[in-house]
């Protein structure tokens, strides 16, 4: 499931780098400024793209987790309890 969200999340935001995106451009710039070649750049913009989409799908995993976790805590209330309500104790004499 991390792995799926991961890619979709990696699709989502590498359509945004593209020679028409002026924040893209600059990124590129300033890393070929720092002595990468437009390959290194492009590498290293794919990685950070990988990683900014692990975490937003580690986040949606957590939210998801949480809210199953709400819904069976309110189950709980529900359930009947694993005791009779009478008789007294158990069997000790």
Do not use: K
């Not at 020679?19 to 390959?39: C, E, K, R």
Request: glycine share 14%.
């Amino acid at each position: 499931m991390w792995t799926n969200r991961e890619a979709m999340h990696h699709a989502q935001l590498s359509e945004s780098v593209n020679p028409f995106n002026p924040n893209a451009q600059q990124t590129y710039d300033q890393l070929q400024g720092m002595g990468m070649s437009q390959q290194q750049a492009s590498g290293w913009i794919a990685q950070q793209i990988t990683n900014q989409g692990l975490i937003i799908s580690a986040n949606e995993i957590f939210w998801f987790s949480a809210g199953i976790f709400l819904i069976l805590l309110g189950l709980v209330w529900f359930a009947r309890p694993p005791f009779g309500a009478g008789g007294g104790g158990g069997g000790a004499h």
